[in-house]
Nanobody, 127 residues
């Protein structure tokens, strides 16, 4: 089992930056991809960004492309999301997720792909 813990959330003014981090409780050897999702009050959870653990291919939601950067440290099983030029609509709880199954057929954009989830970290962007 993998336990994920997010950190780095907080309050920031529009146009500002935050860096989110996600750490696994123990080293794993079967991570296929990790991603960030977010959920605002009253809204569905949505994809933000993801990265394949081997090779480092990155994927972004159109709404954050060019503003957010996802990165990973394979050896330490850590994940980061650098968020720049933040907008009020970025306000949400951000969740870290990890996919352990190399053979699952879900899209990297789909929450169904991921096996493990963190408890979330709040990001609030004021206008």
């Amino acid at each position: 089992q993998v336990q994920l813990v997010e950190s780095g959330g907080g309050l920031v003014q529009a146009g500002g930056s935050l860096r989110l981090s996600c750490a696994a409780s123990a080293r794993t050897f079967s991570i296929s991809a990790m991603g960030w999702f977010r959920q605002a009050p009253g809204k569905e959870r949505e994809f933000v960004a993801a990265i394949k653990w081997s090779g480092g291919n990155t994927y972004y939601a159109d709404s954050v492309k060019g503003r957010f950067t996802i990165s990973r440290d394979n050896a330490q099983n850590t994940l980061a999301l650098q968020m720049n030029s933040l907008k009020p609509e970025d306000t949400a709880v951000y969740y870290c997720a990890a996919d352990e199954h190399y053979t699952n057929s879900y899209s990297i954009y789909s929450s169904l792909k991921y096996d493990y989830w963190g408890q979330g970290t709040q990001v609030t962007v004021s206008s």
